[in-house]
């Protein structure tokens, strides 16, 4: 059985809709009237939940968004290739790992409302990380959108986007 193998069993995880595997780990009992949240909640969210996310070298975390800003933590293994791009189409990449002195850092932020997608940067490799919300994360906040609908929005990033994409 291969090391992240051990991890998935050990940790419990579950495949993601975005590629990767994962488990919540905290949802707080807590909750925010929808009422007190900005429109495009629509519905109750926890205060924050908490994840734990296993992404494998042989297949990225494909391009999604959610609305909340989310704080990546980094735990263990290959450092991640993060990428981003706003909503104006604006790209930009951030290496998340422990090797401080090498751009990498432990913790970032992925602006809420931003596209976003992960790659285990090492070969035959696997990264640990942890995932922060808040709001508490919910299934309708999130969104994957096909190679085609994102090429149509950002025509400039069409290779970027090919390669980060699963259909
Ligand atoms: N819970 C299920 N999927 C996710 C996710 O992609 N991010 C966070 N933060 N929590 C989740």
Redesign the pocket.
Known sequence: MSKAQKFIEKLELQP???GGY?K?TYRSRGEINSKHLEENYRGNRNYS???Y?LLTSDKFSAL?K?EQD?IWHFYHGSPIRLHMITTDGIYSCQMIGPDLFNEEVPQFVVPGGCWFAGEVVNKDSFSLIG???SP??D?ND?ELKSRNELTELFPDLKDIITRLTHH
């Open positions: 993601h809709p975005e994962f919540e939940t908490c994840i996310f999604h959610i989310e995932c922060t919300v508490g994360f299934f999130f």
